[in-house]
């Protein structure tokens, strides 16, 4: 059987968010899944990965969870889709920002997604994302625990 469409959950994470002292790691989770005409899964994967995130600059370190969840997107992203593309994630600040909102942060990530989006437009593989419960979206979010921590 063909592929029709994939879904992707993702999930970030970042260890020691809050602290100034103890060095901070991010880690993205994915699971990716293929789906048939008929809408059945035909094929799934896991991804996980830990992310360092320096400031070139100044070298501090730029490791939040809202970048993170970003990483875990420019993760999906990069990898050369065919054919539909649903993105499911429990981020407010992803579906908001590429909902219309207006953003505020993390400025840089933001032009890599929308450029990634826009390959893929180019392409003519329609992309989608949308927003699940956080209840739903737990083993993308043990796989980015896991990653921010090893």
Known sequence: MSVSYYKARIDGSCTNNNSRTEPRTMGIGVIL???????????????SKQIRDTDLLDGRQLCTNNRAE?????????????????????????IGGLSGNKRNSNLDLWSQIDYGIELLERKGVP??????????????DRLARDASRS
């Open 70 to 94: 970003m990483y875990a997107l420019l993760h999906v992203l990069s990898i050369p889709f065919e054919h539909r593309l649903i993105v499911e994630s429990d981020s407010l600040l992803l």
């Open 33 to 47: 899944s293929a789906f048939n005409e008929k809408g059945k899964r035909i094929k799934d994967a896991q991804q």
């Open 127 to 140: 992309f989608h994302i949308r927003k699940i419960r956080r209840s739903s979206n737990t083993q993308a």
